[in-house]
């Protein structure tokens, strides 16, 4: 089976960074596209960026500047280096990826568990 597990998360003063990691791990796929959402208590999960197999980048316009996003397809693994961090990005951050799978052509999308980012002022 196919899972996606995210690290990184804790608590960080306003104007500090943090950076999350979300590994997917098992075997016959490709990732296609992975990508960052978060969901703050009381509002809608909102896209933050998402990378493609070519590596390009879409952020959304509140963090654009301050986070980047990338992948190391060796090790199926997505990165978020959130910089500049406000009080307003405190959330649950979710991992996504599509996945391929190898020997079928199909695509399945899965989600991590989440990871919480504090940021107090």
């Known amino acids: 089976q196919v899972q996606l597990v995210e690290s990184g998360g804790g608590l960080v003063q306003a104007g500090g960074s943090l950076g999350l990691s979300c590994a997917a791990s098992?075997?016959?796929?490709?990732?296609?596209?992975m990508g960052w959402y978060r969901q703050a208590p009381g509002k809608q999960r909102e896209l933050v960026a998402i990378i493609t197999d070519g590596r390009s980048a879409n952020y959304a316009d509140s963090v654009k500047g301050r986070f980047t996003i990338s992948r190391d397809n060796a090790k199926n693994t997505v990165y978020l280096q959130m910089n500049s961090l406000k009080p307003e990005d405190t959330a649950i951050y979710y991992c996504?990826?599509?996945?391929?799978?190898?020997?079928?052509?199909?695509?399945?999308?899965?989600w991590g568990q989440g990871t919480q980012v504090t940021v107090s002022s």
């Open positions: 996504n990826a599509l996945l391929r799978r190898t020997w079928y052509g199909t695509y399945e999308a899965y």
């Open positions: 098992g075997s016959g796929f490709s990732i296609n596209t």
